[in-house]
């Protein structure tokens, strides 16, 4: 079974561009996460979509903003880059979105590198 | 809300040698707990996790148990490889937080041949 794929890989952008990031989950998957890694912060939530709708969101402004598509590949954009959105983006997929308890393991792609320049 | 911390690194050790990095959580009720471990220019792979206290999760020769009593969930390797080398990251998912994880600072571990 093919695992999570992200594209593009790397990407140079220019502060105050805008950019997408795509991911597409294992197939069966229908929860995708997104996460930020930086040297800085570490590895932090982005968001989380399940069925289309966003269920979970982490602590990022608007301009980080993402969506799911019926056929559960999954979007991130973000807007008016600054330097600082300089990371690796990872996107995670996982069966379900976990409620009451459970919980689905999650499985990440190998990451998206952007730097604003 | 939810946090996790992790012994601060690097970590460098000779091949054979014994690891322990240490992993604690604050969480409220019953989190999962996991170990990702990243290899350089790839992205996370689980290595192993737990769902419930006293759990031990093993994998590849890494274990590592959740204590819920410590709040802990520190991983070990009886005899370390050259090819273990890589940055390990400690993390939980909490009871209602879907499938959110709040990851550690990640260790990096470079073994010496």
């Known amino acids: 079974k093919a695992g999570v794929t992200q594209t593009p890989r790397y990407l140079i952008k220019t502060r105050g561009q805008q950019v997408t990031l795509s991911c597409s989950p294992i197939?069966?998957?229908?929860?995708v996460s997104w996460y930020q890694q930086t040297p800085g912060q570490g590895l932090q939530f982005l968001f989380e979509y399940f069925s289309e709708t966003q269920r979970n969101k982490g602590n990022f402004p608007g301009r980080f903003s993402g969506r799911q598509f019926s056929n559960s590949r999954s979007e991130m954009n973000v807007s008016t880059l600054e330097l600082g959105d300089s990371a690796l983006y990872l996107c995670?997929?996982?069966?379900?979105f976990g409620q009451g308890g459970e919980n689905y393991e999650q499985y990440f792609g190998p990451g998206t590198r952007l730097t604003v320049t | 809300g939810n946090s996790v911390t992790q012994m601060e690194g690097p970590v460098t050790l000779s091949e054979e040698a014994f690891l322990t990095i240490n992993c604690t959580y604050t969480a409220t009720g019953y989190p999962s707990l996991f170990w990702y471990v990243q290899y350089p220019g790839e992205g996370l792979q689980l290595l192993l996790k737990a769902t419930k206290a006293d759990d031990k999760g093993s994998n590849k020769g890494f274990e590592a148990t959740y204590r819920k009593e410590t709040t802990s969930f520190h991983l070990e390797k009886g005899s370390v490889q050259v090819s273990d080398s890589a940055v390990y990251f400690c993390a939980l998912s909490g009871e209602t937080s879907g499938s959110r994880l709040t990851f550690g600072e990640g260790t990096q571990l470079t073994v010496n041949p």
């Open positions: 197939s069966g998957h229908r929860s």
């Open positions: 995670a997929s996982s069966l379900r």
